[in-house]
């Protein structure tokens, strides 16, 4: 960022809630099917349609608050937000206005500036404060340029489809932190189960608000929305060009206009949408078909109490439990699946080290390979383990290993059996290799004197010779204290 300036960031994240059935009606949530099948009269708007509020979106929100830190209200209330939409045939969304379901949150998480190359500089723990989660409903969908260029085709089967909006204070300087935060968020929800986080496919949506100062001044200039980031870098992407652009009319003399701007990842930076409503256009009240939404001290402690361990929490165990770094402990928490792949293989190795190492280097280059993600890997956590294992009792090298694990993920056999198949065991029995080494030394005369006068790196060459008349199979180890005794 340019030096004499700062930027104020504020988020707001659209997660879309894990239900089976809508938030006011018993229609499906399920993706991808044909336009509007998913449709009846209270989602459709019809007249005389009433809703009725479907508890697991309870349930889910109030997961994905207390996880967030937010404190839940004993009493909130839906409000009817109007404005006119083709997508939004109510002519109203249910949402909630001055009473939201949940308020007064703050996370605390590892944030750090990235180099040229996108590495992190410096992760340093910092404190984010959340003004609300509230609970409301999708709109449908437009549809254009399909079959006729002039006609825009209205689907309605995201119309009544639970989110949790979640308001950040506008705590953010840089894009940076911006980006950590909405990573952190993702991964929250995904690990409480009430959110798939996808956002190529919009089920985590993510507005950005920038304004930019002059250091030290307090008041808060001029705010612009941007709206439809569909990923984590173009939202980082986005605010960085957004605050280079603020900077640039401020300095020129020029005035920033409160607007919406889009991203378009094509050309590299935000264009004008459109001007921005205040709050005030849209005319909340409270919804007269909705009663206030009550839930009791205990349902929230029983829901606390329902919580699995949160990432960061996770992530710190890792660190102090297994002994690894930063980078690898954040890897291995930032999907609840990975890391419990990672702790089963541990514990059936009986070595953490190299079940990290097993799981970030090899089995997540080969599950790339064929399309996999860890919650569908061919190869179980504790056939992995066992692996390892293999390897540890001097069974198989590590180089026949990576043979193996080949083997595992396209027959999903385990170790052992491929072991037997393949006739894969090691040689560790020093007679056997001793014999093998007298006949290359005996062959290899002239490297064996010029060794002997000094040429140690030859040691290399009787190493290959070794495991190639082995056909791999002998215990490098052995080989190398063979060798240096005899020579
Ligand atoms: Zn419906």
Redesign the pocket.
């Known amino acids: 960022m340019k030096a004499g300036w700062e930027a104020v960031i504020g988020l707001e994240v659209h997660a879309q809630l894990n239900t089976q059935?809508?938030i006011?009606?018993?229609?499906s949530t399920a993706f991808g099917q044909a336009p509007n099948e998913?449709?009846?009269?209270?989602?459709?708007g019809l007249p005389g349609a009433l809703p009725v509020l479907n508890r697991q979106v309870i349930v889910c929100a109030g997961k994905a608050a207390l996880a967030l830190g937010l404190r839940i209200n004993p009493r909130s209330i839906f409000a009817r937000k109007n404005y006119f939409y083709p997508d939004l045939p109510k002519g109203y969304q249910i949402s909630q206005y001055d009473r939201p379901f949940s308020e007064q949150g703050q996370v605390e998480i590892l944030t750090s500036e990235r180099d040229e190359g996108g590495r992190a500089i410096e992760w340093q723990r910092k404190r984010f404060g959340i003004t609300r989660a509230h609970i409301e409903e999708d709109a449908g969908k437009s549809v254009h340029d399909i079959g006729h260029p002039e006609k825009t085709h209205i689907d309605l089967n995201r119309?009544?489809t639970p989110l949790l909006e979640i308001v950040s204070d506008p705590d953010f300087r840089t894009s940076w932190e911006a980006y950590d935060y909405v990573s952190f968020l993702r991964r929250t929800l995904q690990y409480v189960g009430v959110c798939d986080g996808n956002m190529e496919e919009g089920n985590l949506r993510c507005d950005a608000n920038v304004s930019v100062r002059p250091r030290g001044e307090l008041a808060l200039g001029t705010k612009v929305e941007i709206k439809n980031v569909n990923s984590l870098r173009f939202l980082q992407k986005a605010i960085d060009y957004e605050i280079d652009r603020q900077i640039t009319v401020r300095e020129t003399g020029g005035v920033i206009v409160q607007e919406t701007r889009l991203w378009s990842e094509r050309e590299n930076r935000t264009y004008t949408m459109r001007s921005k409503e205040d709050a005030h256009d849209y005319r909340y009240f409270p919804d007269p078909d909705l009663p206030p939404l009550e839930v009791s001290e205990d349902w929230i402690a029983r829901t606390r109490a329902s919580l699995p361990e949160l990432p960061e929490a996770r992530r710190q165990r890792f660190l102090d439990d297994y002994g690894m770094g930063a980078d690898e402990a954040g890897t291995l928490t930032a999907q609840r699946e990975l890391a419990n792949y990672f702790e089963t293989a541990a514990a059936a190795a009986g070595n953490p080290r190299a079940a990290a190492n097993w799981i970030l280097t090899e089995l997540l280059r080969e599950l790339r390979a064929i399309g996999r993600e860890i919650d569908s890997s061919p190869v179980a956590p504790e056939d992995l383990g066992a692996l390892i294992r293999l390897i540890d009792d001097g069974t198989i090298s590590g180089k026949m290993a990576k043979e193996v694990l080949g083997e595992m993920v396209a027959t999903g056999e385990t170790p052992a059996q491929i072991v037997e198949r393949k006739g894969l065991v090691q040689i560790s029995d020093t007679a056997a290799i001793e014999t093998i080494i007298d006949r290359l030394l005996a062959a290899n005369p002239r490297e064996v004197e010029a060794y002997r006068g000094g040429k140690t790196s030859l040691l290399g060459f009787f190493v290959g010779q070794a495991m190639k008349a082995t056909q791999g199979k002998a215990n490098p180890k052995a080989v190398n204290e063979l060798l240096r005794k005899k020579l």
């Open positions: 059935s809508k006011f009606c018993a229609c998913n449709t009846c009269p209270v989602c459709l119309a009544g």
